[in-house]
């Protein structure tokens, strides 16, 4: 049987929110070839609405990522990785991932991944960038490579009130000043951001600054330097952000998940990126993105972002 009969798919991509985005085109890839499939994706609890809303998906599997010692939840997983799946298509390639191929998973199941013995292992993929990487294992699986529309996750695509966002009337820019909170060597300084951000107010823009709750140290820091700029910190699902990144004039972030999803709608994107981030492999791809990087993030002045900006732009 060749795989065009496949029917039944399985991809696993448990996050981050960055990851996921960077995943999408080969989410819409499998789904591009394989027209009729079951497909089904596995992922954590944070990320079960987003994946539901994905067109590429027949069904969602949350996983907990329990610890080996919650038996129940274990047993939950193994009865789904033992599944009739015709394909396991391994897009997360973790410790906990080989893990469920080499205990969970049925003996003769394809399995596209990084774990020992499976049928279709992948190269050394060092250096090379997470979406391309997905990419690579979509085409595994019979998958047509697609760059993914994202009108399903934009106001018009979902019924999202796109007045509720609080859209400056003017030209305005996005501002994602937050990262991670364990990894603050991404967090570029909130008086940079500031002083980047009264540039773009001399040239008629608004700022637009977003983020989660644990951005809002950071994004107050900027409010003090910055009072006339528009604070929408922990107030956009991830909807409403993609609206708002794509109704904007540039964005302009750190190595986190909206600035993918950023770059991701077209809009011009400059992201900042420290030793936790190797540009090749973990930068957006898309053509309208650029990036900055030092072995500090900090050592990225606000003149040389801001020269890139106009260069960016078109000021010069």
Known sequence: ???????????????????????????????????????????????????????????????????????????????????????????????RTNRYHQFYCRKGTRWIGTAQNCSDPLPDFTGVNNRDRMIYGAKCANGIETNADLSWLVADGQGVDANSLHIPKKKFVVFVSGCSPHRP??????????????????????????????????????????????????????????????????????DTGPIFLAAKTGTKTLVLMGSATIPDANRPIQHNSFWLHESDINNITPDQVIHKIKTMMGLN
């Open 185 to 254: 060597e991404k967090r570029w300084s909130a008086t940079y951001f500031a002083t980047v951000g009264k540039f773009f107010f001399s040239l008629g823009y608004d700022v637009v600054l977003v983020g989660t709750s644990a951005d809002e140290t950071t994004v107050s820091e900027i409010m003090e330097h910055l009072p006339n700029a528009s604070n929408l910190c922990g107030k956009t699902s991830i909807q409403q952000l993609t609206t708002l990144c794509a109704k904007s004039e540039f964005v302009l972030g750190n």
């Open 1 to 95: 049987m060749g795989f065009s009969d496949h029917k039944k798919i399985l991809i696993i991509k448990h996050g981050a929110l960055g990851d996921i985005i960077q995943a999408l085109d080969a989410f819409a890839s499998v789904r591009q070839g394989n027209v009729s499939a079951h497909i089904a994706i596995m992922t954590t609890p944070a990320f079960v609405s987003l994946m539901r809303a994905m067109p590429w998906f027949d069904e969602v599997i949350i996983d907990p990522r329990a610890s080996i010692l919650c038996l129940k939840d274990n047993l939950s997983i193994r009865r789904q990785i033992r599944r009739d799946w015709t394909c396991v298509i391994d897009m997360q390639c973790s410790r």
